[in-house]
């Protein structure tokens, strides 16, 4: 069995080693695959990471994922394109599936185009955004996890409910999914956090 994870956007591989660890540790092999995230639009990014991770996972017979933030955009994309019998399971950590606030409200400074590059200005909240406009079922289970504890007042107060400091509870939860948890975490730390790597793992066994 193979798990592919994602990270986020300003993220690295490095971001997902915690993760790694935790899942190899259970006799996965994992393949903690890298994207240059502020390079390209969404569907290049996919594009670019998931043949390379897929490639590696080819003799699998079940293929999961963990992502974290944008990662499960791209897989939701790629997803919907490519449809695959070995895919398994999925856990979301922090998904803005509908979007984020930040992005409605910066998304026109320059520093804030410069720092997230073309995907991160596609992650609006307005009904025609990428994550919008991504189908709502997924040909594979989906379990999310939302963080609610914020590290950003500022960016809080320009969200709202309940939130992780970029990215609502209600957004992570807009689609469908088989198991929908919050726990007390932020959306920068989250993958790094033992106790969502204890429930991520434990969901890749359900």
């Not at 996919?46 to 955009?73: N, W, Y």
């Not at 070995?86 to 509908?98: D, N, Q, T």
């Not at 689609?175 to 929908?180: G, R, S």
Request: glycine content about 6%; charged content about 20%.
């Amino acid at each position: 069995m193979c798990v592919v994870l994602l990270h986020g956007l300003n993220r690295s591989p490095a971001s997902m080693w915690l993760m790694q660890r935790s899942l190899e540790a259970q006799s996965y092999r994992v393949v903690n695959q890298g994207y240059p995230s502020r390079s390209a639009d969404i569907e290049t990014l996919a594009e670019q990471a998931l043949p390379e991770a897929l490639e590696a996972c080819r003799d699998a017979k079940a293929i999961h994922f963990v992502t974290h933030s944008m990662g499960g955009i791209l897989l939701r994309h790629w997803v919907s394109k490519h449809p695959d019998p070995r895919f398994g399971r999925a856990v979301l950590l922090g998904p803005p599936s509908a979007g984020s606030e930040i992005v409605d409200r910066f998304q026109d400074w320059k520093i804030f185009r410069v720092l997230n590059g073309p995907a991160g200005l596609q992650l609006g909240t307005e009904p025609d955004s990428f994550p919008n406009r991504l189908p709502q079922e997924a040909d594979m289970e989906l379990a999310v996890i939302a963080g609610t504890r914020s590290m950003s007042p500022v960016f809080s107060a320009l969200i709202p409910g309940p939130d992780d400091g970029k990215v609502s509870v209600r957004s992570a939860f807009s689609m469908p999914a088989e198991t929908k948890v919050t726990m007390p975490v932020s959306h920068t730390w989250m993958m790094m956090s033992p106790k969502v790597i204890a429930v991520a793992s434990a969901l890749m066994e359900k």
